[in-house]
């Protein structure tokens, strides 16, 4: 069965990076995009880009462009989204997601900004 | 950017009756080479990650059950549940996929009146 399995939450203090993987199984890696979006505790979702895995091509919302970085690994089937210069306002559940209308969904990874 | 606003911002729904939640795309999201609106719908319960209700604007996801569907076209599409269930208390979100940024509605909070 498909599944999309984030890493664990984070920590991260102002100014710093974090780094998000979501590793895919069930299906084949290339064969879709994945969509990154993330959401804020008790806010909606907003997104934040997409990238092809199989030719890496990648489009990112403008409110995260220079910021944010989606990158893959096909030998281990595993998506990536960097989000750097961290401010407390990029705490939020982080998810990645497969296909434009996401059809699945990783169970999400917390990444908390505080000094 | 195209802006999704839906309506109203939250409901309550009596067990068993009809739920319907709006959409509003701030630009055409039918693609008229395949007459396709790209639309989709998902349900949020806490804690959880969207599950995908509808794409294509009404095209049921498989397993979703036939009380949820979708309707509308160009930029006024609806999500209607036909007979509520308890179950189905959560936020409801739409999404374009037409144009990046695929951006989604604010959301609408569904509860049992």
């Known amino acids: 069965q498909v599944q ?9 203090k ?31 979702l907003e997104w934040m880009g997409w990238m092809n895995p199989n ?21 281990i089937s595993t998506a990536y989204m960097e989000l750097s210069s961290l401010t407390s306002e990029d705490t939020a559940v982080y998810y990645c ?19 | 950017d195209i802006v999704m606003t839906q309506s109203p911002d939250s409901l309550a729904v009596s067990l068993g009756e009809r739920a319907t939640i709006n959409c509003k795309s701030s630009q055409r999201v039918l693609y008229s080479s395949n007459n396709k609106n790209y639309l989709a719908w ?14 294509w604007a009404s095209t049921r996801e498989s397993g979703v059950p036939d ?6 076209c160009g930029t006024d599409f ?11 208390v959560a936020v409801y979100y739409c999404q374009q996929y037409y144009s990046t940024p695929y951006t989604f509605g604010q959301g609408t909070k569904l509860d049992i009146k």
């Open chain 2, 42 to 55: 998902y349900q949020q319960k806490p804690g959880q990650p969207p599950k995908l209700l509808i794409y």
């Open chain 1, 97 to 115: 997601a497969r296909k434009a209308a996401s059809d699945y969904w990783g169970q999400g990874t917390l990444v908390t900004v505080s000094s």
């Open chain 1, 55 to 75: 030719s890496g091509n990648t489009g990112y919302a403008q409110t995260f462009e220079g910021r944010v970085t989606m990158t893959r690994n096909t030998s």
């Open chain 2, 67 to 72: 009380r949820f569907s979708g309707s509308g």
């Open chain 1, 14 to 44: 102002p100014g710093a990076s974090v780094k998000v993987s979501c590793k895919a199984s069930g299906y084949t890696f290339t064969s879709f995009d994945f969509n990154w979006v993330r959401q804020a505790t008790g806010q909606g």
């Open chain 2, 78 to 88: 609806t999500l209607t549940i036909s007979s509520l269930q308890a179950e189905d």
């Open chain 1, 4 to 12: 999309l399995v984030q890493s664990g939450a984070e920590v991260k």
